[in-house]
Antibody
Framework: QVQLVESGGGVVQPGRSLRLSCAAS????????MHWVRQAPGKGLQWVAV????????FYVDSVEGRFTISRDNSMNTLYLQMNSLRAEDTAVYYC??????????????????WGRGTLVTVSS | IVLTQSPGTLSLSPGERATLSCRAS???????LAWYQQKPGQAPRLLIY???SRATGIPDTFSGSGSGTDFTLTISRLEPEDFAVYYC?????????FGQGTRLEIK
């Protein structure tokens, strides 16, 4: 079935690194842009990063620019988020989400038509 | 763009009509506004995009309206499974932003 499944979350000390994965199934992963969106405990949603269907373009929210790297392996139907220099304020549930823009659109639509259930990242000493 | 959702919590009974508001700090271009539903422990679900277009599989009890800075999500007749948290999101300007959510609870 069509789904996204995140993994890789856990408890990590400030300043350390963590890599999240998102396994896609049930659709042609290589045809869609993909995003990471996070939700701090008891808070609302915050967009984190986007990658074009072919990995050609990547953009980040200012607060993670230079620390986080989004990437994808289309042969493995997997999206990644490498998180370095983690801070307490990065504590959140991290969701991967699909952008509905078709390849013909040449970009992304910036909203999300399929989400995973999320993986919790806790940054604490 | 800051999105302010109201009310914070809405208490209604099944069968009633729900009206949720999302107000933007500045005009959202092209009505690039989406609505999502989130239930505890579940992935968010896209309901509405482009302010008024229903996503695939969303029942017609859900409708979106509005333009400029004022947008509304209406659920015409509440079913038990509709009680959840609802978020609006604008994608007309960078960075894309979400509202803080409206919790729809059973009265």
């Amino acid at each position: 079935q069509v789904q996204l499944v995140e993994s890789g979350g856990g408890v990590v000390q400030p300043g350390r690194s963590l890599r999240l994965s998102c396994a896609a199934s049930g659709f042609t992963f290589s045809s869609y842009g993909m995003h990471w969106v996070r939700q701090a405990p008891g808070k609302g949603l915050q967009w984190v990063a986007v990658i074009w269907y072919d990995g050609g373009n990547k953009f980040y929210v200012d607060s993670v620019e230079g620390r986080f790297t989004i990437s994808r392996d289309n042969s493995m139907n997997t999206l990644y988020l490498q998180m370095n220099s983690l801070r307490a304020e990065d504590t959140a549930v991290y969701y991967c989400a699909r952008d509905p823009a078709p390849i013909a659109a040449g970009g992304v639509y910036w909203y999300f038509d399929l989400w995973g259930r999320g993986t919790l990242v806790t940054v604490s000493s | 763009i800051v999105l302010t959702q109201s009310p914070g919590t809405l208490s209604l009974s099944p069968g009633e009509r729900a009206t949720l508001s999302c107000r933007a700090s500045q005009s959202i271009s092209n009505s690039f506004l989406a609505w999502y539903q989130q239930k505890p422990g579940q992935a968010p679900r896209l309901l509405i995009y482009g302010a008024s277009s229903r996503a695939t599989g969303i029942p017609d009890t859900f409708s979106g309206s509005g333009s400029g800075t004022d947008f509304t999500l209406t659920i015409s007749r509440l079913e038990p499974e509709d009680f959840a948290v609802y978020y609006c999101q604008q994608y007309g300007a960078s960075p894309i932003t979400f509202g803080q959510g409206t919790r729809l609870e059973i009265k």
